[in-house]
């Protein structure tokens, strides 16, 4: 007097083969979504060390004597960029002005990084850096 439904269920339930292909299949999805992400955010991290050495770098040529100009200033920011996509990268801007008493030139740069995850493009994400340098 055994159901047969519940024999076969049960013996179903004993088998464990197949059961790595399944746990794979469930998991191999997520890990990839994962992996790519982590590299998303590796190129993020990469640009906005980028702009800061850009930044940087045009903040160290803006105190040097004779003081150069903004354009001069603006042009080395641009030129200063490490594996960034030059097209993207936008705002930039030479303000100079007095802090208790004090000459300064502020330097910022935005750069708008592509933000992809695998086959998908997502928007653009703004990255924006500044630094002020003070002048004789």
Partial sequence: GS???????????RDRR??????T??????LIVLIFGIIQVSNLLWA?????????????????YPSPSDSQIE?????????????????V???RGTASG??????SMSYS?????IFFEGPDVTLTHQRRAYTH
């Fill in 48 to 64: 906005q060390a980028s702009l800061s050495n850009a930044v940087g770098q045009a903040a160290r040529y803006a105190t040097i």
């Fill in 102 to 107: 004090r000459n300064y030139v502020e330097i």
């Fill in 18 to 23: 197949g059961s790595v292909g399944v746990e």
């Fill in 93 to 95: 801007s030479v303000d």
């Fill in 113 to 117: 990084a592509p933000t992809t995850l």
């Fill in 75 to 91: 042009a080395y920011a641009r030129s200063s960029q490490l594996g960034i996509d030059a097209e993207r990268v936008h705002d």
């Fill in 25 to 30: 299949t469930l998991t191999l999805p997520v």
């Fill in 3 to 13: 159901d047969p439904v519940t024999a076969i269920l049960a013996r179903l339930g």
